[in-house]
């Protein structure tokens, strides 16, 4: 294939995104690394050198995988578009039927399997080999087998619908098929929303009612002055997998409910729970969701039109690694080109929706501090750092770029103020 203008911009940011994340990564481990031998002042009556040295290990490790992972992802990028691979996958398929949509989704199917295979290495010694060695992992080998199985399954009843569906409506739709492509990924979406806690969430872990009265009377009433209607409390078996843990609300409507880790049960006090849930119900009152969700479809708009755009570009397809077929659809291997490309060109803007989160999780403890005590989430946060392994001394410019939750010395720092 010619080198063409798209290929080396392609390579240009391929290249800055990986020297930028690398860089970030090297920091990242070198300042924890020097603060490793000093706890903080303000976690010190808390948390021991110990674990403080604990979390430093923990996080440089996963630095390190990340940094591993992050040189074989693009590695397998540059294979698949510019070596050929998607051209090489595609003639294979084609060999195998005649039905144009058949043989699209069969490509599809073929490269989500090969990256879903090519991935399993980092994902199983991460969970079972580094996780472990710090005491996280719980997951037996059958649960990841059964989880794996499970995931392939959803995906295929959810996903091959929904593709056979954009594809339909990319040869069907006319010039403007992305707009109804865009209409229909929308309606999905939303519908995930509102099946995931009760249909989906369920075939992975057991959902158990809250079976404490007098936490689960206050909770009751901490979601009533917060104008959170409230379809159910219940508590999640994640000790099955880890020993991290979590609480969350989830759902919309009467789907609408809040999941507690039973980890996260077994640690905190009520008074500790109670702050830590008037965090998460700051961000109902502050319609952080419903922003994230707009935004969310805000982009997946601009994405679908810049790729109507692209897909009847012939140098779209030649400057990635693929020649465009002359004799069928070229909709598949858009879709594919353009999904597995476009993170390598918006790389840049993570800083930009780290900060907006970073944004609305100061403004949820602010919330979290006038329906609760601002002491109690302090204390919660601090049990939550020391239980994680969560290091409590990040490097700035990499929490700047990557982190979507304050630093924790800024954010305890934060909370004090509100108290």
Sequence with gaps: MPLTTLTLLFVAFLVADLCVRQWLAMRQIRHVASHRDLVPPEFSPRIGLASHQRAADYTAARVRLGMLERVYDAAILVALTLVGGLQAIDLAVAQLTSNDLLRQLMLLGSVALLLGVLGLPFTLWRQFKLEARFGFNRMTPGLFASDLVKGILVSLILGAPLAAAILWL???????????????????????????????????????????????????????????????????????????????????????????????????NADEIEAVLAHELGHFAKRHIVKRIVLSLGAALLFFAVLGWLAQQPWFYEGLGVLPRLNGRNDAMALLLFFLVIPVFTFMLTPVASWYSRRDEFEADRYAATQSSSEQLVSALVKLYDDNAATLTPDPVHSAFYDSHPPAAVRIRHLTQHA
């Design 170 to 268: 990319m040869a069907s739709a006319g010039s403007l098929w992305w707009l109804w492509a865009w209409g229909l990924w929308t309606a999905f979406n939303l519908l995930l929303l509102f099946i995931f806690p009760t249909f989906i969430a369920p075939l992975f872990n057991k959902f158990t009612p809250l079976s404490d009265p007098d936490l689960a009377n206050r909770i009751k009433q901490l979601a009533q002055r917060c104008g959170f209607a409230l379809n159910g409390l219940f508590v999640m078996d994640g000790s099955r997998r880890s020993a991290h843990g979590n609480a969350y609300f989830t759902g919309f409507g009467k789907s609408r409910r809040i999941v507690f880790f039973d980890t996260l049960l077994a640690r905190l």
